[in-house]
């Protein structure tokens, strides 16, 4: 058992705490002193999830339902309480500041362990169907109820899914080497193929540094995406790979398949077969079509990767990308959504096969392998289209034709590469003709005037701080949205809104967008250091998630090679 107060004691020496070496110490005492059954929970909790990413539970608890809940249990008006959060600038600092105001006899009445805090979470997650918003309310007023100011401080702000104490996933990583004398680079391995870092964290006490190495895979746990690299030519990317693997670079959404052709006894639905997005997130059963497709022409247990492209069946051209997220997030009339936006996949890689990791096999090995476990339904579940060569006049007629057909442009693959889980090395260039953009995350918002009176219509976007897992301002947008744009962006920010204060609002950092811009400059304004001028909205990216955005480096990065 573990008193939460303990851990909110730990938030709140991180939060005050800004260097990493300091955090990752804090970090490293804190998990020698946990009990091993909460190691499993322990660092998500410090970087402040509940949940993995990957899976399906979440506690579906959004501002507007954690201010009521706030409300209920400390007799508050709501406006009194959005006052409070605008003058402390967060949910969770109000939250505490209130707390401390209020007669305390009626509050923590009953000592609260971390145990009985996460067992709370689980059934507030559980609460679904009718009647499911009151009783997310009632079980969550209940937990308030016991805790004192700082412990409510903390809940509100794990509820929220805004911790703020900036710990993001290198110095988890980080600390566990350190707690358990393991190098960095094997926990960082181990957590790259779980993705759990509570499993990680648990093996490494329990087996070492050995029981690291030999964790893999598992099929059913969604492994992090090797990421591509941009590069400027076709040129420049046969410099450096040589010989190389060119493929259409088709303009859907990824996809992760993992297949299971045993008897289903490792818990797996839906025949075996499920597909997590780019995020990780389960979309199985939203894509049963896509689940057909891989139970025909999959013919081992396999966990392979493909985009998820929806070609207009009579031009056959790509349609939107908006309607490709639309059948991901699709819950009812699955269907329907099939016949009106039929996909097709296309296989780009194997990870796992037949109970053996493929990972550290070169691409052509992989390429290879694929091949024999992928029987091709035309139209329907193919291999990426590729040719392998040297000449840069093969690869450019290559580029064109992909584009011609309406595709984003190619991807260009290292023969000789292993396949790095999480990671953007130079094994697979992408080439596009248009001009870089960023995935940036909205953090705030301005309310329109005039005709936009009543629309959030200026966006703050932020990027990522890669240490810290902060998201930090790098510029504006405004134009670029359309009206109907405005209207849609208005709706979905909404719910997001953490606090209004003089015409701006503070946002949940979730909505990702791509963004172009014209350059981009220094800039002591903002706290990122930088500024994009004149960005542009190009697209919503609901396949990507605020932990997917681009980081201030990358930003630092591409400041220094504009000018070279
Ligand atoms: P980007 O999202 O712009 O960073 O581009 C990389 C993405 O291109 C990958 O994450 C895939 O979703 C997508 N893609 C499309 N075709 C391929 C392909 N043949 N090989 C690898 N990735 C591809």
């Known amino acids: ?71 209920f249990v400390t007799g508050i008006s709501k406006q009194d309480l959005k006052t409070t959060i605008g003058e402390m600038g967060d949910v969770g600092s109000a939250v505490e500041k209130l707390f401390e105001k209020k007669v305390q006899t009626t509050l923590f009445t009953e000592k609260l ?94 087996q070492g540094e050995d029981g690291l ?58 025949g075996g077969v499920r597909i997590f997005s780019r995020r990780l997130e389960d979309v199985t059963s939203a894509l049963p079509d896509v689940v057909w497709m891989v139970n025909k022409a ?19 051209r790509p349609r939107a990308f ?14 329907e959504m099939i016949e009106k936006i039929p996909f097709e996949i296309y296989i780009f890689d194997i990870l796992y096969a037949d109970g053996k990791s493929l990972i550290d096999e070169t691409f052509e090995n992989r390429r290879k ?55 953007r090395v130079g094994y697979m260039y992408k080439i596009k003709p248009v001009m870089e953009t960023l995935d940036l995350v909205i953090i705030g918002a301005l309310w329109g005037t005039g005709k936009r009176a009543g629309w959030l219509s200026s966006y703050i976007l932020g990027a990522r701080d890669a240490e810290t897992g902060e998201f930090l301002p790098v510029g504006r947008v405004g134009s670029g949205v359309t009206e109907e744009q405005l209207e849609e962006f208005t709706n979905t920010l909404k719910p997001l809104v953490e606090f209004n204060s003089g015409g701006r609002v503070k946002l949940k950092p979730e909505l990702v967008v791509e963004v172009a811009f014209q350059e981009i400059q220094k800039s002591p304004k903002y706290k990122s250091g930088f500024a994009l001028r004149f960005p542009r909205v190009m697209k919503v990216r609901e396949d990507k998630g605020p932990e997917d955005t681009d980081t201030v480096n990358r930003i630092e990065e591409l400041y220094s090679s504009q000018y070279r």
């Open 322 to 335: 908006q309607d490709i997220l639309r059948r991901f997030r699709r819950k009812y009339d699955v269907l």
């Open 1 to 71: 058992m573990m008193e939460y107060r303990k851990l909110a004691e730990v938030y709140e020496k991180l939060e005050a705490t800004p260097g990493r070496l300091e955090k990752t110490d804090i970090i490293t005492g804190f998990l020698n002193e946990t009990p091993k059954e909460l190691l499993k929970i322990i660092p998500m909790l410090l970087m402040g999830r509940v949940f993995p990413l990957w899976s399906p539970v979440e506690l579906g608890i959004g501002p507007g339902l954690l201010y009521d809940t706030i409300s």
């Open 213 to 270: 190495t030999e964790l893999t895979m598992e099929i059913g746990t969604p492994v992090k995406p090797m990421l591509a690299q941009i590069s400027p030519s076709i040129k420049d990317a046969i410099k450096d790979c040589g010989t190389a693997a060119f493929e259409i670079k088709y303009d859907g959404a990824r996809i992760q398949i993992h297949r299971n052709c045993g008897d289903g006894s490792r818990g797996e639905s839906a």
């Open 369 to 423: 392998t694929l091949e024999g476990v992928v029987e091709p339904i035309e139209k329907k579940i193919e291999l990426a289209e590729q040719i392998v060569t040297d000449s840069v006049q093969a690869a450019e007629k290559f580029y064109s034709r992909a584009l011609e057909k309406g595709h984003e442009g190619v991807m260009v693959k290292n023969l000789k590469a292993p396949y790095i889980p999480g990671a």
């Open 113 to 206: 362990t971390v145990e009985k805090v996460y067992a709370c979470f689980e059934n507030i997650a559980d609460a679904s169907g009718k009647g499911a918003q009151g009783r997310k309310i009632k079980l969550l007023s209940n937990l308030l109820t016991s805790a004192a100011p700082l412990e409510a401080k903390y809940l509100v702000r794990t509820v929220l899914g805004e911790l703020r104490v900036g710990v993001a996933e290198g110095i988890i990583r980080d600390a566990i080497a350190n707690a358990y004398g393991i190098p960095p680079h094997i926990v960082e391995r181990a957590y790259m193929l779980t993705n759990d870092f509570g499993k990680v964290a648990m093996t490494a006490r329990v």
């Open 298 to 316: 999959v013919k081992s247990s396999a966990i392979i990767e493909g985009e998820a492209v929806a070609i207009d069946p009579e031009t056959r």
